[in-house]
């Protein structure tokens, strides 16, 4: 056990010395003018990179915009007044989309034990706008769903009431349209002399 230290304790100290007679050189084959010349060619790649970027960013904020105005302008056209709310959390959600570099910018390391964090305020600020968004498209949602029960129900009592009409007999359709016009004119005549009085 002892011998078998001893030789690899010899073996480490030959290694050192043969470390130690070796001559150090960097080694590189480049001139000077040839590495200046590669980082001129590294800085105009990068900026090609940087621009084609931008542009994918650009047309890409132009879909989303496309889109976003495609939508809004069916909802409101499809779903009336009701849809404005709705349009309206459809247009947050899309700019947060758009809108999303936080996240790129949000970093967690650990460094000495503890644990880092770079980019908290716009990712507070993007999860913000996603909830507002999502509470909007909630209610909508809801008014919605309010607006088509409320449509159902008048729908239902219109039915009823043609229906109970067309049961009638002739004698007694004509006595209820009469009824109709002649209580009509008499709403315009008390709304006429109101107006006058006024």
């Known amino acids: 056990m002892n011998q078998a230290f001893i030789m690899q304790q010899f073996l480490d100290e030959s290694a050192e010395e043969v470390k130690n007679n070796y001559p150090i050189e960097q080694d590189d084959s480049f001139t000077p003018d040839q590495i200046e010349a590669i980082l001129e060619h590294k800085k105009l790649i990068e900026k090609k990179i940087s621009k084609n970027n931008s542009?994918?960013?650009?047309?890409?904020?132009?879909?989303?915009?496309?889109?976003s105005y495609s939508l809004c302008k069916w909802l409101i056209l499809n779903l009336g007044t009701s849809g404005i709310s709705l349009s309206v959390a459809l247009a947050i959600v899309i700019n947060q989309i758009v809108n999303r570099d936080?996240?790129?910018e949000f970093n967690l390391n650990r460094l000495d034990g503890r644990w880092e964090t770079t980019g908290m305020q716009k990712l507070f600020k993007f999860?913000?706008?996603?909830?507002?968004?999502?509470?909007?498209?909630?209610s909508?949602?809801?008014?919605?769903?309010?607006?088509?029960?409320?449509s159902r129900v008048t729908y239902s009592l219109l039915n009823n009431s043609v229906q109970e009409f067309n049961s009638y007999s002739k004698e007694q359709k004509n006595e209820a349209m009469e009824g109709f016009v002649e209580g009509c004119l008499v709403t315009a005549v008390i709304v006429l002399i109101v107006k006058a009085k006024s």
Request: glycine letters at 16%; hydrophobic letters at 55%; proline letters at 0%.
């Open 55 to 67: 542009v994918l960013r650009g047309l890409e904020t132009f879909f989303w915009g496309i889109s």
């Open 102 to 104: 936080c996240l790129d």
């Open 127 to 138: 999860l913000f706008g996603i909830l507002a968004s999502g509470f909007v498209a909630w």
């Open 140 to 150: 909508s949602i809801g008014h919605f769903i309010g607006m088509v029960s409320d």
